[in-house]
């Protein structure tokens, strides 16, 4: 299902990249709004993985099931991480794409290469990004699940025998 989600956005992306870009061409006000939003999406998604790489998350237990949680732990971590350096990329892109449209004014198709690119992985990040309270939520069911089979273990009841899917 993931790597279905990662494909449609990347589609969409390489479809709307050379549509859009005729729009943009030399319009300022949106460089600075997209500069702007993958801006404070990089700052949000950085409090994320502050969140997800908290280790509060490790259930109670020997070091084994510590150990057990960290693979898990560093899965999310790396998807965040991933997400973050393409908020970054778009936002270099963009920077690189201004700069080139005064250095650049003789190579056309230079700088609408450049506006595509930053196109492409704006789009493709702001759509990955629609997978992100999906995940949060999960994780927040993962560590309410813990608190309360910390609770049943501490007042002497028997854990549930369902796993859950996260």
Known sequence: ???AFI??????????????QPYVENNG??????ITVFSVFAGFLVAVITVVGDPA??????????ELRRDTIESRLLTHVYLFL???????????????QKALANHE???IWIERLYLFFGVFSFL???????????LQRTRVSAEI?????????????TTDAS
């Open 29 to 34: 006000d949106l460089v600075v709004i997209i």
């Open 7 to 20: 494909l449609f956005c990347a589609v969409v992306a390489l479809i709307a990249a050379p549509y859009t």
């Open 128 to 138: 990955l990004t629609f997978g992100l309270p999906i995940a949060l939520m999960r």
């Open 86 to 100: 393409l908020y970054l990329l778009t936002i270099a892109l963009l920077f690189i794409g201004v700069v080139a």
């Open 109 to 111: 198709i230079i700088k």
């Open 149 to 161: 089979e910390r609770r049943r273990a501490r007042d002497g009841i028997p854990a549930e025998t």
């Open 57 to 66: 998350l490790i259930p109670e237990g020997s070091w084994r099931s510590a």
């Open 1 to 3: 299902m993931r790597i």
